[in-house]
Structures are given as structure tokens and as C-alpha cells.
């Protein structure tokens, strides 16, 4: 059994490969790439930021807006374009490396850029003859002084009331108070290609070929810390292109809402098929019996989402609707009429919002369960010790909850978490689209249209491994339920 | 296997079930009905005779030359002033001075008509047309658009007025937002969505019997190099792929009509055929050890020769019994493509997209309700049609 575990979660591992890699290059194909897309989409919010012309001049202003390469690099960086290509495919899988602090495209010549590491603040400073690291600090006559470094104008330290303008490398003064004339800063290096600065065997680098600083640290130091690995393997993922946020906290957020629809439509199917399933099993032949499987049939063969569009149409809120019984959209009423509810009244409102929704999503899934359930009650029946116990004198329904009953549970209970995971996306993507409620799938569903591939590329790893942790769970419960079965050298 | 007597037997237990059968009749008969849609409901003629002379617009796109005199521009529409003027006998000429003209004569002075109409008798004109003139892609003229979008087949009143219904000018079911037939798009979206739930069952039936045979006869290496292959490719959430792969292809190349929705085809076939190479494998599995196959093998015949002729045809209950599952779940899959906006294009006749508008306009009952019902009625009939085949030749199942 535990070898069994073990084998299948190896097997995650090429699964969650092939997915990474697919997305990888199927973004990577996209024309443009990510970059072109966030900065059409910062142009587009530019445009309609400007108001009521906005439309109509849309075109012109496109081009007049440009990105300045500052922007962009910071852009580049948070997408992470900066690294080559095998790096990006690496960092997407499982990766260890340190991400570069600055690069000289982001800070021309007199420009700085603070750095925090290891909370000591420092400033990298750039001249013409290349980089200069100094701490973050200044003494002004032998006495400390705060910095602030202004785009324009360069570097001020100011003692009490009095405010110097200098040049940080050389400490001289450019103007202000005579008085103040000796500026220190500790000057940690003046090239930027040489080891600068140490402290407990870190180092500040800055490499040669990509112009870029970044924290050298002993490879103990690099491999121990949790921000220097990258990788959906470990959980660590991407930022979404359009909602800036990490994916994680995306999907986290919108996770509890999928949930609850998929536990409640889950557990509702489940006992529903069960007792269906039961009463079926127990007059078989009989007209309920051909009335429900008729009935089951008709729901397995309706769509959930067209039914969806439908139960909006005729009960919603619409003018035209025959009965206002759902609302259009949403899991709960607006926050101001929510908060005002009773305990009661916040409860009938979160089921008043899940009727709609939890309908269409379970109203294909009776079929196959009920079916189950009842030919696995009428097998179990026809099994030499129910015919026993019958011929034993005990009545039919005695031999059915006694002793038949817990024997055809178990093709029931195998099913159980597979189950689980088809209710959790099988339809609710469009489900979600169509009542609005803000789950995953209508999270995947606008990533999808805003063309957010590392956010779909996060979605889709995620439903991925819930759907094959799920598959796992459902193997080890059949274990559990009949110990019969083992996986030892099953081949098919 | 498929004339044994076994076979009849079985088709014969299929009859048997009125539920199915009937659905298999009802299903047939709407299919037959909307294959000649085009016959049905056309913006053109079916045929026409003009001067003695037969034409018919429904399979040939003709200009005003080829209808017997006037411009070489083509006919777009039959019901235009302009074909209308036309028939009355009217003949546009090209004025070639005009052209001549257009350079030399001074700004004021009265520009010449380019084109000049030569009255000529009213010909003799005979028309066949669909008893409904629309066509899923006709749109109205130009000026009429604004009073035809959304237009209720019955009589309603808007702000006190009056407003005829639709169902006056054959708009049976109104029309859509773009002032196209609801009625028209809906029997050519049924015809296309049958069609290439057919297409793509049947082909994804042989992708996946191809797929799941080679694994299941050879087994070992092969069959775990493709189970594992599957597992990835199956654990993608299917839906998400497809809008994907959808969406990314046809920014790639811009297709546009038919090749949008072969495009469409192709992708569904890339994840549709698992669910019967997993059958197909089990069915190859269990038939290589038996003692048919091992006579065949050791007799020399081949192995394609083995699969394709021995087993197969022993093995062709899975096949049948998902077939009908298997046009639905396309059928399905199509029709949610398009209700997101990933599918077809809109001119196409989709069900989707009409789903989608009658969410999009709650107020147009017209819309919502045909779509809802073609839908289901479909769903079901293929449900009780499967469900009956499943009895009929599985088994297992009573």
C-alpha cells in the first residue's frame, strides 16, 4: 500500500512538469509576450483614465504615451523577463537562486536606489564610473545625519534644521551651509564589479555579464533561505499580470466560495442519490422505480449552465421573469444590506443566493450514482448470504439496513473523493460565470479573457494537483473501506 | 460482429425500448428536417427564371452580368431597391465620360451620375422562394436596423406605443441583437452542432480506439509511457484547455468561417479521445491473452492485421455504447465554448452564442427559451438514446 502512495505521488511530479510546460510555452509564444501585454494595458488605463474623450482619441494617445525604460525594466523584473529563458522555464518548476536587486538600465548615471538586506539599509549609487554601495547613513561634522536622495537634484543629508547638498562618493559638499562641511558616508565600494560588502559571509555582488547587483552569499547561506526558491513545486507562484497580486493570494481568496458550493452540491448528491438509490433498490420493477430513473435521466441529460441561463431568465429579478425567486448574482447580498441582517436573516441569504447555482451544478450527477447504488443494493442482494438471512425468516427491509446495505456502500464510497474534485470545477466555471459568484472558476474564467497566463498557468497547477490528490485519496479510501483490495502488483 | 446474429439481437433490444427508439426517431427526424436549412430558411431564391433564362442563387453567387445585363458587381442581397429596380426592367450603365470627366470639370460645376439607369420592359421574372426568407447570416438593410434588433415576434407596447410584432415581416421567433432570424439561426445552429458532434464523436472514437489498442496490445513499456501521457494530459481540466488553445490559435492565425471551425474541430479532438482509449485498452488488454489472438500470432499474421481484424471487432461494445454519450459530451462542449466567446465566430449559427445573448438581453424571452429548449430536448433525446443503447449491448447492465 505505502509503496503504492509513494509510487503515485512520484507520478505527480511528471504531471505537474507537463503542465508547466505546456503553459510555458504557450506563453512564451504569445505575440508580444507578457511585457507588450502590461504595457498595452497601462497605456488602455491611461486612456480611459483621461474621461469622456477618452474613446474617441484613444488611437492617437496610444502612441503618444510611452513607457520609459525605468518602468519597464521594473516591469521586466516583476515578471520576471530579466533572466533568460531556461531560467524563466527553471524558476516556473524548481528553482535556487538569488534575484538581483538592480541592474544598470534601471539606475542611470546620478541616480540611487535603496536596498534592504539583512535590515541594514544601504544606497547604490551610480556615476559615471560605475556603481557605489554605501550604507544608508551620513555623519555631518561627527554628527549622523539622514540622507535623502532626490532624481533631480541628487543627495541631501541634513543635520537638525540644515539640509547639504554632496556627492556620496567623494563627500564633497555642492552647496548649502558653509557650516556644514565634512560629510562622511561609509563608502563600501567604489567599482561595482569587486566584493563590497560582508557581513556574516554575505556579500554584496554585482556580476559582471548582466549588470546586475544581487546578494552573494555562501551557497549554505543561498540554499537555506526560503525566498531564494522559485518554483509552483513549492507552492511559490507567480504574480498575476492583471490583478497584481501573487496568484497564490488570488486563488486563496476565492478559494473558500468554490468550496462551499462544491462541499454542499457534493454532500446534497450524495445522500440524495443514496436514499434514491435505496428506495429504488427496494421496489425495483415498480412505477416509482421507472418514474425515477426517467426523471434521473432527463436531469443527467440537461446542461447545468443552459438550465442556469434559463433559472435566471424565469426566476430572477427580470421584469419579464414569471416568479422573483433567485437573485441575478453573487454569494450574499450587497455588504450594506448583508451587515444589517440577523444571524437567521444572513443565513437564509446565503442560501437564497445558493439554490440557483447549486441546482444546475448537481443536476447531472444523480444519474450515475443512484444507478450505482441500486444495482450494487440488488447485487448485493442476490449474494448467498442476504438470500440466506431472507430464507432465515427475516423481512426484506431488516436484510436491506442490516445486512446489505453497508456491503453496496462500498462502489459508493470509492467514488467519494473523485466526486469531490468533479464537483469542485467540472461545471463551475460557467456556473460561476453565469450567477457571478467570485470563485475560482469565474477567477479562471477572467484570467482566461484578460489573457493572464501566469495567473492561468497557477489555476490550472492548482486544479491539477487537488484533482490528482483527490484521485489518491479515493484509492486509499477503497483500501480503507474493503481491505480486500490491495494495489500490490495490480498491473491494469 | 456488426451483421452477427448477435448484433440483431441486440439492435432488435434496442427497438424494444420505446424510450430510446423514440428518441432515435424524433432525433432523426429533426436532423432530416434541418439538414436542407438552406432550402428552408434563405435570404435568396431557391430558383428563379429571368427572361426565359433559369438561375438558382442558392448554390451560386451571380452578378447583375450573368443575370442578363448591367454592372459585374455581384447580387448581394434579392431583396434590395436595387435588384428590385432591376427586375422592373431598369439596366445600370457605367458612364464611362464620368470618369473621364471627374478630373478636368471645375468644383462647381454639377458632377455627372457615374452610373445611369436605361428603363428597359419590366422582365419576366419567376422566383422560388424558402418559405422563410432569412438566413442565420442575413442581416437587415442598414436603415432598418435600429427597428429590427431585438424585435418580439408578437405585438408588444413600449411607452405607450403600439409595436407589430416581428412575426409579420417571418421572423417566427423575432430576432437577435443583431437583427438577424433567431428562428434561422436556431435550426442552422441545431444542423451544425449535430453534424460536428457526429464528426466528432466518429473521430474521436478512432483516435482514442487507435491509442487505447496500441497501448493495450503491446502492453509494458509502451502501456505505461501512455498511461502516463494520459494521466498528465487528463488531469488538465478539459474545459480551461480548450479555451486556451482555442483562444491562442486563433489569435496565432486569423481563420476565419469554416477553418475557425475546423480549428475548433482539431482542438476537441486532442482531449476527446481519452474516456474511449481507456476502454479500448482495457477491451485490447484482456483480448491479447486469449486464445483467438495467440492462434492468430502464432500463425504469422501481423500484428496491425491482428488488431484490426480480430480484435476490434471483438471489442466493439464500448465503442457503440459511448457513441451517443460521446455526441453529447461534443455537442456539449462546442455549445460551452461558445456561450464563453471562445468558440465560433459570431456570423456562425452557434446555440451558444444564442444562450449567451439570451443571457446577455433577460428581457428577450424569444431568444432565451427556443435556445433553452433545442438544447435540452437535444441533451435528453441523446441521453434516452444512449441510455438505451447501454442496455441494450452491455452486459452488465440490466
Known amino acids: ?55 474617441a482619441a484613444g488611437g492617437q494617445d496610444a502612441q503618444r ?95 537638525l534644521d540644515n539640509t547639504v547638498r554632496f556627492n556620496p562618493v567623494t563627500g564633497a559638499q555642492i552647496d ?33 555579464t548582466r549588470d546586475e547587483l544581487y546578494l552573494k552569499t555562501s551557497s549554505w547561506q543561498t540554499l537555506t533561505d526560503w525566498d531564494n526558491w522559485h518554483g509552483m513545486f513549492l507552492l511559490k507562484f507567480p504574480v498575476s499580470i492583471t490583478q497584481n497580486k501573487k496568484c497564490f493570494e488570488l486563488i486563496r481568496d476565492r478559494l473558500p466560495i468554490s468550496m462551499r458550493l462544491g462541499i454542499i452540491s457534493f454532500f446534497l ?49 427580470g421584469s419579464d421573469a414569471i416568479a422573483h425567486l433567485i437573485p441575478l448574482r ?67 427491509r431488516r436484510v436491506l439496513f442490516k445486512h446489505v446495505l453497508r456491503n453496496s456502500l462500498i462502489p459508493l464510497v470509492t467514488g467519494f473523493p473523485a466526486a469531490f474534485v468533479m464537483m469542485f470545477f467540472a461545471g463551475s466555471l460557467l456556473i460561476e460565470k453565469i450567477f457571478s459568484l467570485d470563485g475560482i472558476g469565474l477567477l479562471s474564467y477572467t484570467a482566461l479573457v484578460e489573457r493572464d497566463y501566469p495567473l492561468i498557468m497557477s489555476n490550472m497547477f492548482i486544479f491539477t494537483y487537488i484533482g490528482l490528490i483527490c484521485q489518491l485519496l479515493s484509492d486509499i479510501g477503497y483500501v480503507i473501506v474493503d481491505p480486500r483490495i490491495t494495489f500490490e502488483g495490480s498491473k491494469s | 460482429m456488426i451483421f452477427s446474429p448477435e448484433f440483431r439481437d441486440r439492435a432488435r433490444k434496442f427497438r424494444k425500448n420505446k424510450r430510446a427508439f423514440r428518441s432515435f426517431i424524433i432525433l432523426c427526424i429533426l436532423f432530416a428536417a434541418t439538414l436542407p436549412a438552406e432550402l428552408l430558411f434563405n435570404d435568396r431564391p431557391i430558383v428563379m427564371c429571368i427572361d426565359g433564362a433559369w438561375y438558382a442563387p442558392i448554390f451560386k453567387d451571380y452578378t447583375y452580368e450573368d443575370l442578363g445585363g448591367g454592372l459585374n458587381v455581384p447580387v448581394s442581397a434579392y431583396r434590395s431597391t436595387m435588384f428590385n429596380e432591376f427586375l422592373a426592367g431598369k439596366t445600370p450603365v457605367v458612364q464611362t465620360e464620368a470618369i473621364y470627366d471627374a478630373a478636368t470639370v471645375a468644383d462647381d460645376a454639377e458632377p455627372l451620375e457615374l452610373v445611369k439607369y436605361e428603363q428597359g420592359p419590366p ?23 435600429e427597428s429590427q434588433r431585438l424585435a418580439s415576434p408578437l405585438a408588444t407596447t413600449r411607452d405607450g406605443k403600439r409595436i407589430p410584432g416581428a412575426f409579420v415581416a417571418r421572423h417566427l421567433l423575432g430576432t437577435d441583437q443583431f437583427g438577424k432570424d433567431v428562428l434561422a439561426r436556431l435550426v442552422y445552429g441545431f444542423r ?24 493495450g496490445y503491446f502492453g509494458g513499456a509502451v502501456d505505461l509511457l501512455g498511461q502516463r501521457g494520459t494521466e498528465i494530459w487528463g488531469a488538465i481540466p478539459q474545459l480551461m484547455l480548450l479555451m486556451i488553445l482555442s483562444d491562442f490559435l486563433s489569435r496565432q492565425a486569423d481563420l476565419t468561417g469554416s477553418a475557425h471551425l475546423l480549428m475548433l474541430f482539431f482542438i476537441m479532438n486532442l482531449t476527446s479521445w481519452m474516456g474511449m482509449a481507456g476502454h479500448m485498452r482495457a477491451q485490447f488488454l484482456r483480448a491479447r491473452n486469449l486464445d483467438y489472438v495467440r492462434a492468430a500470432k502464432s500463425l504469422g499474421v501481423s500484428n496491425p492485421m491482428i488488431m484490426f481484424r480480430h480484435i476490434l471487432p471483438n471489442s466493439l461494445t464500448p465503442i457503440i455504447t459511448f457513441l451517443p454519450f460521446s455526441i453529447s459530451g461534443s455537442i456539449m462542449a462546442l455549445v460551452g465554448l461558445d456561450f464563453l466567446g471562445f468558440g465560433l465566430k459570431y456570423p456562425a449559427p452557434s446555440l451558444g452564442e444564442l444562450l449567451a445573448q439570451g443571457q446577455q438581453h433577460l428581457e428577450a424571452w424569444w431568444i432565451m427559451t427556443p435556445a433553452f429548449v433545442t438544447l435540452t430536448s437535444l441533451m435528453i433525446l441523446l441521453t434516452f438514446i444512449g441510455d438505451g443503447v447501454r442496455n441494450a449491448f452491455d452486459p452488465r447492465y440490466k
Open chain 1, 330 to 396: 453573487g454569494i450574499q447580498s450587497s455588504p450594506e444590506i448583508y451587515d444589517q441582517l440577523s444571524v437567521l436573516g444572513k443565513l437564509w441569504d446565503n442560501i437564497h443566493h445558493l439554490i440557483a447555482p447549486i441546482i444546475c451544478l448537481t443536476i447531472g450527477s444523480f444519474a450515475g450514482l443512484t444507478m450505482l447504488t441500486k444495482n450494487s443494493v440488488l447485487e448485493e442482494f442476490h449474494q448467498l448470504y442476504a438470500v440466506a438471512a431472507r430464507a432465515r425468516g427475516l423481512s426484506k
Open chain 2, 192 to 215: 451544425l452542432s449535430l453534424v460536428f458532434g457526429l464528426t466528432l464523436a466518429i473521430t474521436s472514437t478512432i483516435l482514442g480506439s487507435i491509442i487505447g489498442g496500441i497501448q
Open chain 1, 176 to 208: 548649502g551651509p558653509a557650516s556644514l562641511e565634512a560629510v562622511k558616508t561609509e563608502l563600501l565600494s567604489k567599482t561595482f564589479r569587486e566584493a563590497d560588502y560582508a557581513s556574516d559571509g554575505a556579500r554584496l555582488t554585482v556580476t559582471e
Open chain 1, 65 to 159: 504615451i510611452k513607457i520609459d525604460p525605468q518602468m519597464r525594466m521594473q516591469i521586466k523584473r516583476k515578471l520576471g523577463l530579466n533572466h533568460n529563458m531556461f531560467h524563466r522555464y527553471m524558476r516556473s518548476l524548481v528553482w535556487c537562486a538569488r534575484d538581483s536587486l538592480i541592474s544598470s538600465v534601471e539606475l542611470d548615471v546620478g541616480q540611487a536606489q535603496k536596498i534592504t538586506f539583512r535590515s541594514e539599509r544601504f544606497q547604490v549609487y551610480r556615476d559615471d564610473a560605475g556603481f557605489h554601495l554605501f550604507k544608508n547613513a551620513a555623519t555631518v561634522n561627527g554628527k549622523s545625519a539622514g540622507i535623502r536622495f532626490d532624481r533631480t537634484d541628487g543627495y541631501f543629508a541634513s543635520v
Open chain 2, 123 to 145: 422582365r419576366k421574372v419567376w422566383m422560388l422562394w424558402p418559405p422563410i426568407p432569412h438566413s442565420y447570416k442575413s442581416s437587415p438593410r442598414s436603415e432598418k436596423i
Open chain 1, 269 to 317: 448528491t450524495y445522500i440524495l442519490c443514496l436514499l434514491m438509490g435505496v428506495s429504488k433498490a427496494a421496489r425495483n420493477g415498480s412505477k416509482y422505480d421507472s418514474v425515477t430513473s426517467v426523471m434521473i435521466l432527463i436531469g443527467y441529460g440537461t446542461p447545468g449552465f443552459v438550465l442556469a441561463v434559463f433559472l435566471i431568465r424565469m426566476f430572477g429579478p
Open chain 1, 1 to 55: 500500500m505505502w509503496t503504492y502512495i509513494v509510487k503515485r505521488v512520484l507520478l505527480m511530479i511528471p504531471t505537474g512538469i507537463g503542465i508547466i510546460t505546456v503553459f510555458f510555452v504557450i506563453s512564451e509564444m504569445v505575440p508580444g509576450g507578457p511585457l507588450d501585454q502590461v504595457e498595452s494595458m497601462i497605456i488602455e488605463q491611461a486612456n480611459t483614465g483621461q474621461g469622456g474623450d477618452g474613446a
